[in-house]
């Protein structure tokens, strides 16, 4: 069974089939945001999408939300299958975002406004949505005492307003999560916090796509199910997060598992090349023509000579 074939694997969740997004910058310009990229997140499992800055994570996380720049030029499949019937993200209403599919962001403070309380804006999500739960409900859920939803976001920790935004995100009971960076401005507890947060999401059913760049994290806490590992737009290898983590395939993974500060800080040894500039069919990293090859529950773009 190949990446691509990863339909028949999901009977409830997100399926992205061989998704290949351009942005194009000027005439003779182009970014080669995401190219070929396959991944499954089924109901009930968390699957972690890692690289670094600039990769492409971002892209893949926004054609899931139907909020990629209107002249991006997109091929590939994105899919919601919910108990088996399957919602084409890409042609289909944007109706899908927050009911289907909902976003837990980067940074929340610039996604709340500030200058209304959290409890308004919860109410609006909570109506726009026709969620079936009650604002105190929702607030319950994420750990955010309901004696703050009268505050404004900047009156809240970091922590509690990603809380906030998650609570959000949970309003339209969604199929599916895309949680892109959500711990990137919080210290190490409250990180955990929200880490364990998402695994509660999937554990009550959604699938999660958790876009992240700390393998630390994740090394630490062992809340992704599966692993896919991006370097320049491409996928390099998906797997188990436990064997991705413990024994990488591919020569970029070990590279960043080796970057990290508990593991000795090794300097990246080729920088992220310009998107802009990729040549075809080849493997920025390695600059070998490459195939993705599956060996049991394990994918790796390889050498293809
Ligand atoms: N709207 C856009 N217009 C033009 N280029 C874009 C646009 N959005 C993203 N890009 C480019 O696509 C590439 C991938 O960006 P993306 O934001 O997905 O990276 P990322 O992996 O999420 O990085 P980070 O970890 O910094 O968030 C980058 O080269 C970026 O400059
Ligand atoms: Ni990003």
Redesign the pocket.
Known sequence: MTLTDVSVQVESGLIVQDLTVR?P?SRNTT?H?ATGVSLNVASGRITGLA?E???????VASAVMRML?RHAVVSGNVMVRIHGEAVDVLTGTRAHRGRHVALVPQSPSTHFTPVRTIRSQLDETIATLESPYGIEELAQRVGLPTELLDSYPHELSGGLVQRAAIAAALAGEPAVIVAD?PTASLDRRRTDQVLDLLRECADAGAAVLLIT?DLGALLRKDVADTLAIMYASRIVEVGPARDVLADPWHEYTSALLAALPERGLKPLPRVTPA?TDLPPDVCAYTGAPTTLVTRGDRTLRERSI
């Open positions: 942005i910058l970014v945001a690289g800055s600039g990769c492409g994570k971002s892209v720049p960076e760049h998107l």
